[in-house]
């Protein structure tokens, strides 16, 4: 899933550097889900840092060339995936759109925002993948209107089982810059963590729902 190794350890250096990545094993954050994780991410902080971002832009750009191929249209997933995913559309000469998380409540009442036909092929920009419920979700919005989705790029991916199967069941391609193997081994070669700390984030890993529950 994730391009390369050189690319997933940089990408892991430079959202612990920001602090876009936060790894607190010992005082652990609670989401919005009532899971008790070691690991905050708002990948959003990145676009903060030119250096940052034009390397991520360009590590989407090869990313999608090589992956997919030059697609009609860029599209990115609210609202992560906007910004990120205008900068690779600019980058590519290509037209872009977004995909809101549900349908506007008013107007057209539209969903995808942005000029966009039946037939034409997209990629999806994303920021953050969990259990890629959110992200097929854009993904199932343009296929709805007809377009031919051939897959989707993120920054960053825990890398669940969950989101591995659902994207399989979507038949949907995914490619990451990182994900969170990498991010431990950055983490524990810049002596971000120590290697006591590695049990407890491997179990999270496995099984996030029971984690210190």
């Known amino acids: 899933m994730v391009i390369n190794k050189d690319c997933g350890l940089k990408i892991a250096e430079f959202l612990l550097q920001i602090k876009a990545i936060k790894l607190q094993p010992r005082d652990p954050f609670t989401w919005a889900s009532g899971w008790k994780s070691p690991i905050y991410c708002d990948n959003r902080k990145t676009l903060s840092y030119p250096q940052i971002r034009t390397f991520i ?82 993904v199932a919005a343009l296929r709805d209107i007809g377009c031919n989705v051939k897959g989707m790029v993120a920054i960053f991916t825990y890398g669940f089982d969950a989101a591995k199967n659902n994207f399989e069941q979507a038949n949907c391609k995914v490619k990451t810059l990182s994900d969170y193997e990498f991010l431990i081994e950055q983490a524990l070669d810049s002596k971000y963590i120590t290697e006591n700390d590695l049990k407890s984030l491997n179990e999270w890993r496995i099984d996030p729902s029971v984690w210190m529950n």
Request: hydrophobic share 40%.
């Open 57 to 138: 832009r360009q590590q989407f750009v090869a990313a999608i060339e090589e992956e997919y191929g030059k697609p009609d249209v860029i599209a990115g997933v609210a609202t992560g995936g906007i910004a990120l995913g205008a900068l690779v559309a600019q980058e590519m000469n290509l037209p872009f759109v977004y995909v809101r998380s549900s349908a506007k409540g008013h107007g057209l009442q539209n969903k995808v925002e942005g000029e966009i036909h039946e037939g034409q092929s997209v990629v999806v920009v994303e920021d953050l993948i969990s259990s890629g419920k959110s992200s097929l979700d854009a």
